[in-house]
């Protein structure tokens, strides 16, 4: 049995086949079986920095190929993650805006999409992996312990915190601008 896990853990691409069973799968399945329908839309949003963060911690191991950075360096499989994980991620992002658009406020839902797409697309692939690798530097520095790159995935979170508290602040902006 453990040399099967052993073997699991392994295979190539197994981490971005639990990486989509759970956080594209599973769980917004769960948060609509909950009935939270209001908060698959923003959770899908996430997926992005999620993954980013999950690349980055475990580029050299289980999620290497889940969301490179540079699609032209490695394997086909890395790119066509990339691809699919932004089309769900634009997909949630205009039926976001749609049914903001419904309302009858273009100006909010237009500037909520445009907020949201910043945030994902510019700002976590560029911040994410340049705090998480400046945190490792600085711990290494520090002497702290590092085993399972622990604070590589605290630090990522954090950013996936911030992540979130700017999206719901730039709403509530885009409310009081806009309404």
């Not at 948060?31 to 997926?47: E, P």
């Not at 997909?91 to 903001?100: F, H, N």
């Not at 949201?116 to 711990?139: E, N, S, W």
Request: hydrophobic share 55%.
């Amino acid at each position: 049995m453990k040399n099967f896990l052993n073997l699991c853990a392994s295979m190539p691409n197994m981490g971005a086949f639990v990486f989509y069973i759970i956080f594209v799968f599973i769980t917004p399945f769960f948060l609509l079986v909950i009935k939270q329908d209001n908060i698959v839309l923003s959770y899908l949003t996430l997926l992005v920095p999620l993954a980013i963060i999950m690349d980055t911690v475990g580029s050299d191991r289980v999620f290497q190929n889940l969301y490179p950075e540079n699609t032209s360096k490695r394997d086909p499989s890395g790119t066509a993650s990339k691809y699919i994980l932004n089309a769900i991620v634009l997909a949630a992002i205009i039926y976001q805006v749609v049914s903001l658009n419904e309302n009858g406020n273009n100006m909010f839902a237009v500037s909520v999409g445009l907020w949201t797409l910043g945030l994902v697309f510019i700002f976590a692939p560029l911040l994410i992996p340049l705090v998480i690798d400046k945190a490792d530097q600085t711990a290494k520095k520090q002497g702290i312990n590092v085993k399972y790159d622990w604070h590589k995935y605290t630090v990522g979170f954090l950013m996936l915190v911030l992540i979130i508290l700017l999206q719901v602040g730039g709403e509530e902006l885009c409310k009081v601008f806009f309404n």
